[in-house]
């Protein structure tokens, strides 16, 4: 029987109208919406399209959205003085700067500037570290949205082999933090690897974000196995694809994120929780 499908669609509407019916219980106590300041730089096909996706999503949930449309060519400096101007300005609640920064700028520095308690992406080395100490206050979109997508199917962890291929700072290890938390046992797996077909075929659950088009072979899927896809690769046809042979894998695997459709959009939905959270906790 072939997989069935995590579906990213239906859970973050789900989750989106959730923090919806949040937005307006506080918006009707006297409060004013959650407002997320949305910092790209440069015009990144891409990036373009996911902060378009972070803007309609914020209008779904109640959530006002800032935008600050740099040019490739901001300084450094000019960045800094934005985020500082962000972090003091009581009416942002979340401040997101789009990844990948132009290679001029330092995108480290500029995310350990960011308020920790308005870092709605929870990449700052705080929130990170938080995550890793069994304390989670902003988590990772992407992880957390990949965690939301498995409860909200009922799929239980706890005891489970994972396999997490890729360490990035925004996926990988972060996932393996989240994880971890739900007491599954887990190996991060990169490009030093040995043997990566091997430790797939053993993994209960796999999750692959190394972006890389069918990098994860259907036939390395354990029958009965929990597969997410992070990857959102785009082929020189216009069409998306992930990092896991989507169809080969479907044959062994119990469930799986299709990609457009899974895990993407279960970030942006995440980030709309991350928001409304960082609020209430700025402005109880
Ligand atoms: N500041 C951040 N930068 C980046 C993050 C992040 O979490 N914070 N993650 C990735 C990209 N990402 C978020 O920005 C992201 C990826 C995918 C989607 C999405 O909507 N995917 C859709 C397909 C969209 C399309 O047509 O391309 C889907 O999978 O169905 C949204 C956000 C890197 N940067
Ligand atoms: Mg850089």
């Known amino acids: 029987m072939p997989a069935q499908i995590l579906d990213g669609k239906v859970i973050s509407q789900e989750i989106i109208q959730q923090v919806r019916a949040q937005v307006d219980a506080r918006v009707a106590g006297g409060k004013r919406a959650p407002a997320l300041a949305v910092v790209l730089v440069g015009s990144d096909p891409a990036s373009q399209v996911y902060v378009g996706n972070k803007k309609r999503q914020c209008a779904n949930a109640g959530i006002t959205s800032i935008a600050h449309d740099l040019p ?18 009581d009416a942002v609640d979340g401040i997101l700067v789009q990844l990948p920064l132009p290679g001029h700028i330092n995108a480290e520095k500029i995310i350990e500037l960011i308020d920790p308690n308005k870092d709605v992406d929870g990449f700052h080395p705080y929130n990170i570290g938080r995550l890793a100490l069994k304390m989670p206050l902003l988590r990772p979109c992407t992880p957390r949205g990949v965690m939301t997508l498995l409860e909200k ?12 291929v890729g360490a990035s700072n925004i996926v990988g290890r972060p996932q393996a933090l989240e994880l971890l938390l739900a007491r599954a046992t887990v190996t991060v797996c990169h490009s030093k690897t040995r043997d990566l077909a091997e430790k797939v075929r053993n993994a209960d659950v796999v999750v692959a974000g190394v972006g890389i088009p069918n990098f994860v072979k259907g036939e390395w899927i354990k029958p009965g196995a929990i597969v997410i896809d992070v990857g959102i690769n785009r082929l020189d046809n216009g069409k998306l694809c992930g990092d896991v042979e989507f169809e080969a894998a479907s044959q062994n695997a119990a469930w799986i994120t299709p990609v457009p459709g899974g895990v993407g959009l279960m970030t942006v939905a995440t980030l709309m929780q991350n928001t409304f959270d960082a609020a209430v906790k700025l402005n109880p």
């Open 153 to 164: 199917t009922g799929i239980d962890l706890v005891g489970k082999d994972a396999v997490v």
């Open 72 to 89: 490739a060519d901001t300084t450094e400096a000019d960045l800094i003085a934005l985020v500082q101007q962000l972090n003091a300005d």
